[in-house]
């Protein structure tokens, strides 16, 4: 049969489940929504949400090829979108930018470290780091507005730092595709993309070949932070204004992409790719339901319902390429 | 011997919590010698590898490596001395390639403005070059992940990697498990001659009559001690297999007397 030619194609790539699901969602989302949703300016606002969770994904695709899992990225993504606002109003956006990095870094660090030291699982230190970062950033929102004036929203730096369109693509669009190339190289043609992986396959195969495995995990979680922050400083350069629930939630998405898009949450098997279509089909999913007028209150329960679907259709398709 | 042991033992304790593993174990290690390390599932011959390798580090107790006291226990430590071990359980990540995997921790590379990236061509050539020899089938690539591997193949990619890289000392733990007659054979003359080129071998294994034929001298350990220590010149395997059958009360008894 023709169709299990396909077989071994998505025995080994995990992504092809996503992209599937994504072809799938496109067609129905553009037949029936009369237009509004294949329209080139929604596909833009699309594109611009995919670029930040989608750079978000990528960091927490580096965490989870680890091993681990970074689920403080949406309190990281506010806390960079804060410190960019405070500074980009001060100084070259560039510099605010550079410090929502090394905000980003610096969460990232605390996590790796909490992490490798304690030897406790990510999943409750990032848990707690989420609340943490949370709660700084509503504080630092309290009584103090973190927005940046319509007239210093000028200058090619704050265009090229997510506040401006090239070719009808904000910016940050621009970023994401840079960011997955250089991932892509480092994961797949290095020797720490090689001990990366190696230590999400088997930490104790991986420590006994001479790898630093807490050195790269702790790595993972820098560049994971990092990645979340610099989404955040994009998105306040799109918006222009922040408050202290900037990037709430946005976690649960991440993790949804990647998980979607084929990485194995056990560690070891991760698909930059496959995490970027989990993020473009989960802001193509919201973008329907708001063009198509859903109430809010329907609007999360239905996107879970579709992630539930998807999760369960991705499963089915590798349970069937697994058999013979 | 007057040389000076290339590694050596002394004194060693070692806890995993309440458990004493390792119990005031004290061995010198020549270069040049085969030495096999026989004793019962948890006589605690893989934890003193473990601990030679660098993967655990000793409660108490000393080890000195080529004359100097070893400080800091690691993997990374061991190999950049020349310490190469084949382990039972640990060593392979199923989820990457051959190549990745023979080549682990020590990635030949090519620079390009000083960034390194994996050389590739050299990572499959070689690797294929040499695991071939041990018993991998001409259909398997190096690309091909090990998790396809049979627990043969798995074995010829450790053993493959051990003779590769030059060292100084090899540690062979049960390195003839789930290897059919031919392939065992082969592994056990490479032992012996990784020995005649000087090298340290330290060969773990349950069978003593194996051991025998092959060591220059054979260690036996029983719960955590070191029971017996003796050349193989000095001692019939039948005598040792009856140290290890009365969990090496007959030495002590025949030191006693």
């Keep these: ?324 | 011997m007057t040389q000076q042991p290339l590694i050596q033992v002394k004194n060693l304790d070692l806890y995993f919590g309440a458990f004493h593993a390792l119990k005031n174990v004290s061995v010198d290690f020549n270069a040049g010698e085969l030495i096999g390390l026989v004793g019962d599932n948890g006589a605690g011959k893989t934890t003193l590898i473990r601990v030679l390798c660098g993967i655990h580090a000793p409660t108490k107790g000393e080890v000195f490596f080529d004359g100097r006291k070893v400080e800091k226990f690691h993997p990374k430590l061991a190999i950049d001395q020349g310490i190469e071990t084949i382990q039972q359980s640990v060593g392979l990540c199923d989820n990457l390639s051959i190549a990745r995997n023979f080549y682990l921790g020590r990635e030949p590379v090519k620079r390009i403005l000083g960034i390194p990236f994996l050389d590739f061509a050299k990572m499959r050539e070689k690797s294929s070059r040499v695991i071939r020899q041990f018993g991998l089938r001409e259909n398997v690539s190096a690309d091909d992940e090990v998790e396809r591997l049979s627990g043969g193949e798995r074995q010829s990619v450790k053993i493959g990697r051990a003779v590769e890289f030059k060292n100084r000392v090899v540690i062979m733990d049960e390195p003839t498990n789930h290897l059919s007659v031919r392939e065992r054979e082969h592994v056990n003359e490479l032992a012996v001659q990784l020995k005649e080129q000087g090298l340290l071998v330290i060969y773990i294994t349950h069978d003593i009559f194996q051991v025998h034929k092959l060591a220059d001298r054979v260690v036996i350990m029983e719960n955590g001690e070191k029971v017996a220590d003796a050349s193989t010149d000095s001692m019939s395997a039948e005598a040792l297999e009856d140290v290890i059958r009365q969990g090496g009360r007959v030495v002590e008894k025949q030191e006693a007397v």
């Design chain 1, 1 to 324: 049969m023709a169709l299990s030619a396909a077989k071994p194609l998505i025995r080994r790539h995990t992504e092809i489940g996503i992209f599937l699901i994504g072809a799938i969602l496109i067609v129905i989302f553009a037949s029936t929504s009369d237009g509004r949703w294949a329209n080139l300016y929604n596909i833009g606002t699309i594109m611009q949400v995919t670029a930040t969770l989608g750079l978000m994904s990528l960091g927490v695709a580096i965490v989870i090829g680890t091993g681990e899992i970074d689920i403080s990225v949406g309190s990281t993504f506010g806390m960079g979108a804060l410190a960019h606002l405070w500074l980009a109003a001060r100084v070259d956006p560039v510099f605010a930018a550079l410090a929502a990095i090394v905000v980003g870094a610096a969460i990232g660090y605390v996590n790796g470290w909490l992490v490798t030291r304690t030897r406790t699982p990510s999943l409750i230190i990032t848990l707690g780091t989420l609340m943490i970062f949370r709660g700084i950033a509503i504080a630092l929102t309290d009584g103090f507005s973190f927005s940046i004036p319509y007239a210093a929203r000028n200058g090619w730096t704050y265009f090229l730092l997510g506040g401006g369109d090239v070719f009808g693509f904000n910016t940050a669009l621009f970023w994401l595709i840079a960011a997955f190339a250089v991932l892509l190289v480092v994961l797949k043609a290095m020797p720490f993309g090689n001990r990366l992986l190696a230590v999400g396959g088997s930490a104790d195969s991986a420590h006994s070949r001479g790898v630093r495995v807490d050195r790269i995990k702790l790595s993972a979680f820098v560049i994971c932070g990092i990645l979340a922050a610099f989404a955040g400083a994009l998105e306040a350069g799109k918006l222009g204004f922040a408050d202290g629930s900037m990037g709430r939630l946005m976690e649960l998405q991440a993790i949804a992409s990647c998980v979607l898009g084929g990485c194995l949450l056990a560690g070891g098997r991760i698909s930059l790719i496959g995490a970027l279509m989990g993020a473009f089909v989960l802001s193509s999913i919201q973008s329907y339901l708001v063009v198509t007028g859903v109430q809010p209150q329907w609007f999360i329960l239905i996107l879970g319902l579709i992630v539930v679907g998807a999760a369960y259709g991705d499963k089915s398709l590798r349970n069937w390429a697994i058999r013979k």
